[in-house]
């Protein structure tokens, strides 16, 4: 991966400025690319946009292949003529956090709607829709009826659906095929819709000089429909249930490790068959991203095994991963892959050696750079070119929440290392990323706004409350650009049609 240096913004769909309490990929997501224009930045970083599952997060997403449907841009649905100006009334209770409950409630029945009268109009697009089943059917077929099965179940696991489904028996799925059908032809409706307005976003990005990064975590969770349509690449037993399960062990910020939960993968099973699942995931998101970011890398090297019964990650064992001919195979089918290996937290010198031989960017977080001495890895003066650099990630607090709760000793070295005060620490590590010989630069957007914890994405370990933050436009004036982008021309990483500012 050939990285010319640059910088951006991470910031989820979710958290654009929208009408129906929940950002999509409608006016609001080309505004923030006309933004990032203007604030001289070249890259957007989304996290993962598969339907959300447990706790709203997209990290155990129902599907790897399919979209979340409240990203789906209503506006443009009555343009087509199939909502109606009145659908268009929604009235926030707050513009800063996502009410996943009521916009889940109020969008889906919408989006019913649309799909109805879809229906009953004739029109060129249906030729695109049909095009657009038949395409998919290898990944859509079954997310649509195990969408179609987990409404009808009310979204219990489906190793409590009827067991003739639950071991997929022909003449079950038929049955099922047949019963829901119209509800199959709506989840089929929402996918289309959603992949044909982010292919317009992101032509609209690409040709102003934003390339996309997307997030594809390493597991999938074991309620979702590649799960349940691929039993025999998972270590399930005869019901369907996780003999074993992935997470961390036990470390310096958890006694017990995280038990995560995920289903692991029989990567025999899947080198028997040339990885075709993963290839075939990798050439469904390269559709959606021009780079991604894998989640977890060091997976890939060796990963956390937990007998499922554990009720915590302390009594797992390490297992080798599928390596460096697991990538190499998905290279071979994917030419233009770019890949940027998530590599946080203890990390072995077998990942590090894997990441290299591939060519992978790393990544650091300046975060982590001031709890230790000098040499701690995650100091800008230990970089080397081929690294992503980040103030934080999703994971992390924003950086004046960090900075509020960090120890003395950090508050110390950070000051010192900044030559600041501290009085606007975000800035000063937004300073910090930027002229860093790390080859991109990313910047959560709450960091840009300068805000405190409450604007934070998820807390790791936690449940409640997580991927819930938005920010409103009237937030945003117009210096913050400026600023940001004065700031990247500095340290030359703004466009060349920038750099006039110097």
Not at 104 to 132: D, G
Not at 181 to 203: A, C, T
Not at 282 to 288: P, T, W
Request: overall charge negative.
């Amino acid at each position: 991966m050939e990285l010319h240096r640059s910088s951006g913004i991470l910031l989820h769909l979710s958290s654009l400025p929208g009408m129906f309490g929940i950002g999509d990929v409608g006016g609001s997501a080309y505004h923030f690319v006309d933004w990032l224009v203007d604030a001289g930045q070249s890259l957007w970083q989304l996290l993962p946009l598969c339907p959300i599952g447990y706790g709203n997060s997209p990290y155990m997403a129902l599907s790897a292949f399919a979209t979340e449907p409240l990203f789906i841009d209503l506006v443009e649905l009555k343009e087509q003529g199939w909502l109606s100006e009145s659908d268009l009334q929604f009235s926030e209770n707050n513009p800063h956090q996502v009410d996943y409950e009521r916009v889940t409630s109020v969008k889906m029945n919408l989006l019913r709607k649309a799909s109805q009268n879809f229906r009953i109009q004739r029109t060129s697009l249906h030729y695109s829709f049909e095009e657009f089943c038949s395409r998919e059917s290898y990944w859509l077929e079954d997310y649509s009826l195990f969408q179609s099965l987990n409404e009808q179940y009310e979204g219990i696991e489906w190793t409590s659906w009827e067991s003739s489904l639950v071991r997929r028996e022909k003449s079950a799925l038929e049955k099922a095929t047949k019963e829901f059908q119209q509800q199959i032809d709506f989840h089929k409706f929402i996918q289309w819709n959603f992949f044909r307005q982010f292919k317009k976003l992101k032509s609209y990005a690409n040709e102003r000089g934003i390339q996309i990064i997307g997030d594809l975590p390493i597991f999938v969770a074991h309620h979702s429909a590649d799960v349940w349509a691929n039993q025999h690449l998972f270590y399930l037993d005869e019901d369907g249930n996780p003999t074993f399960v992935a997470g961390v062990p036990p470390d310096y910020f958890s006694n017990t490790g995280q038990r995560w939960g995920n289903p692991l993968y029989r990567w025999d099973v899947m080198e028997s068959s040339g990885y075709a699942w993963w290839i075939s995931r990798f050439k469904k998101v390269l559709e959606l991203y021009d780079i991604i970011r894998i989640d977890h890398f060091r997976g890939f090297e060796s990963y956390w095994e937990i007998p499922a019964e554990e009720e915590t990650a302390v009594n797992g064992v390490w297992r080798k991963g599928p390596g460096e001919k697991f990538f190499k195979a998905v290279q071979q089918q994917c030419k233009s892959l770019q890949i940027i290996a998530e590599d946080l937290g203890i990390i072995t010198k077998e990942v590090h050696a894997l990441r290299k031989k591939l060519g992978y960017p790393g990544m650091r977080v300046l975060q982590f750079a001031f709890g230790g001495g000098t040499d701690n890895e995650y100091l800008p003066h230990r970089y080397e070119r081929n690294t992503i650099v980040y103030t934080g990630t999703h994971d992390n607090d924003t950086t004046r929440g960090w900075y509020s709760k960090a120890s003395e000793h950090e508050r110390d070295f950070v000051r010192r290392y900044c030559q600041t005060d501290g009085h606007e620490i975000h800035w000063d590590l937004i300073r910090l990323a930027l002229m860093s010989i790390a080859d991109f630069a990313l910047i959560p957007f709450q960091d840009v706004l300068g805000l405190d914890s409450s604007a934070r994405m998820n807390t790791p370990g936690t449940v409640e409350g997580n991927w819930r933050w938005r920010f409103s436009w009237d937030q945003v004036p117009p210096y913050l650009g400026n600023r940001l982008c004065e700031l990247s021309g500095l340290y030359e990483r703004c466009a060349p049609s920038k750099l006039h500012l110097l």
